[in-house]
């Protein structure tokens, strides 16, 4: 039997966050990297109305300057890690229920461009810890380059899952065949490029979102200086071409830069959670915006903005550094 990969907005039994624990990787911003991810850790928590989190931590040393930042209801755990990106090293989940299983595709750090040790043992610790069964994958897939409404329908990017970095071997048709057999996904919308400034290789969730099913989150440009003006264009256009989807406007933030570069920061690196949906904004005109725009599309959930320039200094954001645990 083909197991499915729920959707982001399916009942959680819990999530996973990582902890920034490298200096390096923060360009001497650190601190303000935790502050982000421990105030995202709080908001997905939401008081205990929320769903179970557990912040990986690399030690306990790192378990102690995190104790100090999260509310007592988080839950702290101590896991040996490389990066904090999860959504990308962690296990996924197919299936709901009695029937879960995790599935552990390789992870090759991106095309081998930031390889730290931990980050290849990460997503069968975690699916271990969680009573998980594990099916270890013979191919490489990280979470941030696809995302799902749980009818079997999936949106990614060429740039991303076609990058010869990852399976220069396989083909689209057999990577199409592969996301069938490993996430149950029966449907896929190839987008083109991914944002300017991504590290991942154009991540679909720095671009596109599903927001129900068969409706898809796409920014619309800020301004004419906004830098992926051009791909979001594409986007909606291949997304219109396809035709199984209705498009959602979404804000951009524009132009965004860190000491004098474009960073890839989005609004659409939004996670989903029980109670909430957490955005991430940047100090920027359409911070408001992007929260009211997700607020209406998520009823029955609070909105809440917080502030993610800390830890876009590494690379990602909130959706970045989590990983959920269906019920």
Not at 14 to 41: K, T
Not at 128 to 156: A, M, N, Y
Not at 157 to 182: F, G, K, M
Request: contains cysteine; aromatic residues 8%.
């Amino acid at each position: 039997m083909t197991l499915r990969m729920p959707a982001e907005w399916a009942p959680h039994e819990a999530v996973w966050i990582g902890f920034p624990h490298l200096d390096a990787e923060w360009a001497g911003r650190i601190d303000a990297a935790r502050a982000d991810v421990a105030a995202f850790a709080n908001a997905v928590h939401d008081g205990g109305r929320g769903e179970e989190v557990r912040l990986v931590v690399n030690d306990e040393h790192q378990a102690g300057i995190a104790a100090g930042l999260v509310a007592a209801g988080v839950r702290i755990f101590v896991q040996p890690l490389g990066d904090i990106w999860l959504r990308d090293t962690g296990p996924i989940v197919a299936g709901t229920g009695a029937a879960r299983r995790a599935r552990n595709f390789q992870f090759n750090w991106w095309g081998e461009k930031f390889v730290m040790p931990g980050d290849r043992e990460i997503g069968a610790a975690l699916a271990h810890s969680g009573g998980l069964p594990v099916d270890d994958q013979d191919w490489v897939l990280e979470g941030g380059g696809i995302d799902v409404d749980g009818t079997g329908l999936c949106v990614t990017t060429e740039e991303c899952l076609l990058n010869l970095n990852r399976n220069p071997t396989l083909t689209r048709e057999d990577i199409a065949v592969r996301l069938h057999q490993s996430l149950g996904i029966e449907r896929l919308l190839w987008l083109g490029k991914g944002l300017i400034g991504d590290h991942t290789d154009g991540h679909v969730d720095n671009l596109a979102r599903f927001v129900g099913e068969g409706r898809l989150a796409i920014p619309v440009a800020a301004g004419d200086d906004d830098p992926n003006a051009e791909i979001y264009a594409d986007a909606r256009a291949r997304a219109a071409a396809f035709g199984e989807v209705e498009i959602i406007d979404l804000p951009s933030p524009g132009r965004v830069e860190l000491d004098g570069e474009i960073a890839a920061a989005s609004y659409m690196n939004f996670y989903i959670g029980n109670s909430v949906v957490v955005v991430p904004t940047y100090g920027v005109a359409n911070d408001a915006a992007a929260v009211d725009a997700l607020a209406a599309l998520f009823p029955g959930r609070r909105a809440m903005g917080v502030s993610a320039r800390g830890i876009l200094v590494g690379g990602g954001s909130f959706h970045c550094s989590s990983q959920q645990l269906p019920k």
